[in-house]
Every structure is written in C-alpha cells, then in structure tokens.
C-alpha cells in the first residue's frame, strides 16, 4: 500500500502528523513528513535566532521530488524548537514514534553539506557529506558532498538511541547546497511507500517503452531520477511486477566457475588480439564475480598489457554499482509491491 504524502506545515501548524486524506489512519502515523515542498514557509519558521543569519531560498528548478526544494545560498538556517516538534526516536517505535530519516541533498557549488537535529537539549545530531568547516562533531557520510541528488536513509536509533527531536538545521560551507525530501519513518517500508507523486488510488498505465525507460532510469547517477522510477514502477504494479520479473529472471542464471574467470585472465595477456579481446568482454560480462581474481592477479605485477587491461577493467566498476543499485531498486518493487 502506497503512503500518500502532503507537506510541508502539517506539523507546524498543529496538525496531524501527515496530511494524507486517502491513507488509512494506521498508515498516517508511521511517517511524518518534515519538508517536501513550500521552501518558502519552511524558511519563515528557520529564523536563526541567537546566530549569525544565514541565507535560502525555494528552488523550483532543482528538486528531488514535489515542486520546491530548499536551497541554503548562505551559512545556514536553523530552528532549535519548530512548533509542534516533539518527535520520538525509538528502537521499536509505536504509532507516532519512529526511528529512520530520510532526505535528499545535492551541492550545487559548495564542498560541504551537512543536516542537523536538535533534541531536548542540544544540536546533538549531525551528518556531513564533503567538508566540515564549522568543526562541529559530525557523522560524516562521505568524502565529497555528491553534486547530483543524493538519497540518504539514516537509522537513526541505531547512531544516537532514544531522542525526542524538537528542531531541525541545514547547513552549507564553501557555497550553495539543496535540501528536500525530509522524512521520518517507523520502517523503511514506510519510507519507500512514501507517495509524493499523487499516484495513490489511481491506476497507471506502464506502456512497453515506458518500463524499458524505467528500467534504465532505475540505474541512474542521480537519486532524483532514479528514485522517481522506482515510485513509478511501484505504483503501476500490474505492468511492472510482470515486467521486472522478465528482467530478473536471467540474474539467477549460475555463473562461470572461477576455472573459467582464470582462464580468461590468463587469455587477457594472450598473443592473440582477438583472444585478449574476447576475454576482456566475457570478464566485463562477469565482473561482480571477476573483480578479486582480477585484484589478486594485479597485485603480482603482471605484464604491461594484462595489467592495462585489468585496470580498464576495473575502473568500469562504477557502471556496475549503477547495475546492482538497479537489480537492488526492481527487487524492492517487487518486495513492496507483492505485500
């Protein structure tokens, strides 16, 4: 069952936890939606009170879902206690409490991004992605701040224990950085239901190349494109459930023994041409399987050409992560959509 999602100031105008007309009340409470959309509201309440201002603004050109995000061009804006945010975290959350949060994030010109929380006392939860130049204590969860969306899920039970949160930040550092997407979840079945699409009670109809284009789209680099399939497909599951079943179907296929892997290896480095090539597509075709064969091998300092062509090899294990998240996202489909 779909979650339908209205936002954004349901909570902080005092009403229920999520406005959702047409989702069951047992379905309502198991998600709170924290913002997605009306940047412009959301920033009248984050008034930075006792710290320097800091600048945003509604972007409804660069969202990740809905019609808005909200950009932060400057520092940060904050609220320590948001009207009617009392919101607890807990390891088996009841109704009306929970223990995930979700958000979407992007750079779009700085080199740091981070999210915070405020609980009963203090600015107590952080996560970072690229930067921290505030040196504040932080949960980094990467390296460098993604300049596409990024869609994060956090357990938050599981990184701080039980919390009652009151108030949220966004922070920027070395230039502008978007936020949207923000979401708290008992499961993370909820999360995935969520329905920021209006998709909720009505039938879609997924043409043939509609679902091929979903399929590629499931694999995408950007979070905001890939994730909008995958609520697509879970909200037509009567054309997609059959259709990603097809594409499935040969993953579970038995692989080559690693007899094989090691003879294309070996062939890799063949005086034959067309040896080595054909070794190099049968290895690319089976790179999941490849990959600590062929890490073993360069590490014994191979030849000139068989090291060239391990670590082409190699460095085309990004498009196979695109691969997995893809077989990872059709899998879910097909989990929540067969519940």
């Known amino acids: 069952m779909r979650i339908a999602a209205a936002c954004f100031l349901v909570v902080a105008l005092g009403m229920a936890s999520l406005a959702a007309q047409d989702a069951p ?7 709170v939606c924290l913002f997605e959309d009306d940047a412009d509201a959301m920033l009248k309440l984050l008034t930075n009170i006792g710290d320097a201002g800091g600048n945003g603004e509604a972007d409804k050109a660069d969202v990740f879902s809905g019609k808005d995000s909200l950009k932060i061009t400057q520092y940060q804006r ?6 009617n945010w009392n919101f607890a975290i807990r390891e088996k959350p009841k109704a009306g409490e929970y223990r995930y949060l979700r958000f979407a994030w992007k750079s779009t010109g700085g080199n740091g991004l981070m999210l915070q929380l405020h609980d009963a006392r203090d600015w107590n939860i952080r996560y970072t992605a690229g930067a921290n130049a505030h040196g504040w204590a932080a949960k980094s969860l990467a390296d460098k701040a993604s300049l596409t969306w990024e869609l994060v899920t956090i357990d938050l039970f599981k990184d701080f224990g039980e919390r009652e949160l009151t108030g949220i930040a966004f922070t920027i550092s ?12 008992r499961t993370l079945d909820d999360l995935d239901r969520i329905d920021v ?23 995408a680099p950007d979070d ?13 599951p009567e054309a997609s459930v059959p259709f990603l079943k097809r594409k499935l179907m040969p993953i579970v296929a ?11 290896i070996r062939l890799l480095d063949s005086e034959s041409f067309k040896e ?14 490849a990959t600590p064969l062929l890490e073993a091998e360069l590490a014994r300092k191979p030849s000139a050409e068989l090291r060239r062509r391990i670590e082409t090899l190699l460095a085309s294990r990004p498009n196979m992560d695109r691969d ?8 879910r489909v097909l989990q929540l959509a067969e519940v």
């Open 25 to 31: 009340k047992a379905k309502v409470a198991s998600i």
């Open 78 to 83: 904050f609220q320590r206690q948001l009207p």
């Open 174 to 185: 070395g230039g502008p950085g978007n936020f949207d997407h923000v979401y708290l979840g």
């Open 197 to 219: 699409d209006g998709w909720t009670g009505k039938v879609l109809t997924l043409a043939e190349a509609e679902l091929n284009q979903l399929w590629e789209d499931l694999s």
């Open 224 to 236: 905001a494109r890939s994730h909008r399939a995958f609520r697509k497909l879970l909200a037509g």
């Open 254 to 264: 038995k692989g080559p023994a690693d007899q094989q892997l090691r003879t294309w």
């Open 276 to 289: 080595r090539d054909k070794a190099s597509a049968e290895l690319k075709k089976n790179l999941t399987a």
């Open 324 to 331: 997995k998240q893809r077989l990872e996202k059709a899998r």
